[in-house]
């Protein structure tokens, strides 16, 4: 188990908010401003045509549209660069995305970790995530659990069992909403557990995500054939989150890139009693966010969560 994982080669030029993500995971790095926001709109509403009455979840690495794809990314940093430069330093964007939360009960993300996408021992995986419009319990916020970043095991894919996958309703207490107003800018460890509830209001929850990485970090991934197989690391070129095709699908084959290596380790697969260690170990505080005394149980169901997130892809129109 990595309990170590600090910020390396730190990429933020505040040291009070590189401090704050490497101690919780997260930090709130200000306000984009409403003139930005409006702008990010319109490139919105450019870009993305959506069915009536859509549900689930869209997001823009399930678009098949590479151009698409492309051409969000390019607008997407040519108006964001100037804020980039004032937080990081030594940074690339790999990717710029659109994550549409529709009203729908089942537009929940389950909890999770993002799956490994650089070297953890020498980098650490930051996300930025801007919402459009306010965002609350109701609508879909991002929820954290604070300090789990720090216990994240550094092999994590698509094609095998993460780690936590079985303990979700033991970590839904140590969830932490972050109700956020439209162009707050939220940096997190993407190692960190999260999850965000379904979108139960009227209007589709719009949030831009982008990943950033130590300028010199490469792309990898992880892939795993079967239990008794190794897990394999492979290289993927720059241009991987613009070219390649099949996100929505859980990968049962190595499709994409450069074997670099191949480990002969079982990733660890948490029990309750392991993460209730993990979690006394690492000082996680408990919230309750998603406890309602009334009904006595919890609100959200358990749903694993690529399976249920990659049945509910929304229909995208371009
Ligand atoms: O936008 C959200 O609600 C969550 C997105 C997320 O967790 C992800 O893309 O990994």
Redesign the pocket.
Known sequence: MNSNNTFKKCILKNKQFSENVNVNGYVFAGNIGSELVLKIISVYEEHHKFLENSTG?F?TLYSNDLSYRIILNKVLSELLKPTYDILFKNYKIIAN?I?T?FPDQNSA?DI?Q?TTSLNENAFTPL?V?IPLQDTSLEN???CVVPKSQKFAYPYRGTSFKGQFEDVSNEIKPYLLPLKMKAGDILIFD?RML???PPNTLKKP?V?M?SGIFQEEAEILTCFKKDEQSPIEIYKQNDDYLFTYKNFQSISTTSDSGIKIKELYIKPPISSKEDFLLLAEQHNLEIYNAFYTPIKNQLFVQKQPFLSTLFDKITMFLK
């Open positions: 979840v997001h995305l994550i939360k993300f999770h993002d996300n995530w879909g916020c991002l993407n999260h999850f965000s929850r949030v995500m």
